[in-house]
């Protein structure tokens, strides 16, 4: 039984250790992000010029249809559905729509 726990602490030590390593990744490359493609070197910090991306719950009907349910307001309402938590969340749009940075600023937050 001490191998059980060992490894659950050495796991859940690793998974300590990669949320740590993650966000100090994005402090250092995505704290700031740049303006416009067309202005380099001019960058702003993430929390001045953010602003919340409009996110839809979009549901898979089982003809394969997708209808959007909802709108999202808020960080919880992505992750937690029908009071279920969702480990996995599939994030399309178009392009320079905010994907990434709404990804940073979640890691960020």
């Known amino acids: 039984m001490k191998k059980t726990n060992s490894k659950e602490t050495d796991y859940n030590h690793d998974i300590l250790d990669f949320?740590?390593?993650l966000k100090q990744y994005y402090l250092d490359n995505?704290?700031?992000v740049p303006v416009s493609p067309w202005?380099?070197?001019h960058d702003k910090y993430l929390m001045e010029i953010y602003?919340?991306?409009?996110i839809h719950q979009i549901v898979a009907e089982k003809d394969g249809k997708k209808l959007k349910a909802g709108q999202m307001?808020?960080?919880?309402d992505i992750f937690q559905i029908?009071?279920?938590t969702k480990k996995h969340v599939f994030l399309q749009g178009e392009p320079g729509k905010g994907k990434t940075t709404f990804?940073?600023?979640l890691v960020l937050d």
Not at 51 to 54: K, S
Not at 73 to 76: A, R
């Open 51 to 54: 602003f919340t991306p409009e």
């Open 30 to 32: 995505l704290r700031h």
């Open 103 to 105: 990804a940073a600023k």
């Open 82 to 84: 029908y009071l279920k």
């Open 39 to 41: 202005v380099p070197n």
């Open 19 to 21: 949320q740590r390593r």
């Open 73 to 76: 307001f808020k960080y919880n």
